[in-house]
DNA sequence: GTGGCAAACTTGACGATGTCAAGATAAAAT
DNA sequence: ATTTTATCTTGACATCGTCAAGTTTGCCAC
């Protein structure tokens, strides 16, 4: 009722207009859109609830009706991030070659690829202190991202690994290479090696580089 | 930024006692391990400039007379923490055996060990939101415990590897093998693998399997 | 010594933020 | 039609980082 007279330098928190009812309707996936925007526009590190409201026309109080919290929404929308993750693992996978070591390939490089497209997302998808790791979308959609490594590499070890040795150590070492490449390559810790180059070209040549040692590596039986 | 009512003994601002001057003498040492301290007790996400202040007895604005602002404050304690791991890796690598593989394997776990003995250190020492990357002593730091790693590898693949080959690729691989493994283990993505064990014990055995393999797997010519 | 000046530190304010409590409104249930 | 519930707004609170302006102190020229 009372009109909202906010000095704005920001967004300018549009109020509802005509038609528009005093009830959102869909505000759930609004707010989502607009931590996707967000997220995308200032990262990771700048995102704010009350901005994210902003954004979706609503009172900076509304998300916590669907949300809770901020870290119920960002948790939220980190499930939906391993959820594309996995999409893109699938569809790389299908388009590449059936043997292992190709199937192992695909599922890292969706996960660099994911990484480098979806920066303040991947970013998001494992900084614990901005999530609620309980959350149990979010447990079932990572477990899930988790899944599609853990089967490349079980394939990959029947075909060419020693039968008898664990599978954790390799399902480790994979999993640390592609994420760890992925998060310096997003801290621009390894700007000195990209020089210049645009950071998706980059993933992508010495992500495949990298993928190839790690591969050719693995094919050795270990002496354990 | 007012987080949630977290259990926080807030420090009663302890006011100059009868024999301390005005101004503090090393204030900047004394602020530093104020913030060794908070980074150990409640973690990177939790850090506070007030709070800072308050546990080295001044108000609220001192610190910006030494540090600026609080990422130069977080910046000089994360040069620190670069440094602390340059000694570590040179402490393992007086004490392991000459041999590059024994070398390489002695940075690896330094890099491991330091990640989790000192984890919101560690964790800081990555997070270029809270830095100013462009900070001279961080920059020299960060570069100091780079080349270390550099060193054992080019070492390494002078003894062992292709002669032809790039180091550009093996090092990036590295790297990525112990910052993804320290990094995922720091954000209790490897609970599940971890089952139970202490960091530091998990981080000593899965970090020597992990070791082990990237070890093994370099020794074999690529086939590039 | 002593006057003055720069560095070190304090005080208070400002605009943010996340969350809570209480009110207003719409939709759904009875 | 009335009641209940879900949705959204409003306003307040404690806290944060930073800035501007005032105090205190160390120190150097004289």
Known sequence: MARRNR???????????????YHHGALREAL?????????EQGVEHFTLRECARRAGVSHAAPAHHFGDVRGLLSAFAAIGFERMVALM???????SPAAAAQLRAVGQAYLDF?????????????????DRENPELKSA????????RQAMAAFQREYGPADADLAPRLLLAWSVVHGFATLLLENQLDVFRAGRSMAAYARTAGADILGLLGAGLMVPSPE
Chains 1, 2 share one sequence.
């Open 7 to 21: 000095r704005v330098p920001k967004a300018p928190a549009r109020r509802p207009r005509a038609g528009e009812t």
């Open 32 to 40: 989502l859109a607009a931590a996707e925007a967000l997220l995308l």
């Open 90 to 96: 699938r569809r790389y996978r299908a388009e590449a």
């Open 115 to 131: 990484a480098v497209a979806n920066r303040a997302h991947f970013q998001l998808m494992f900084r614990s202190d901005r999530l």
């Open 142 to 149: 990572g477990q899930a991202a988790f899944d599609e490594l």
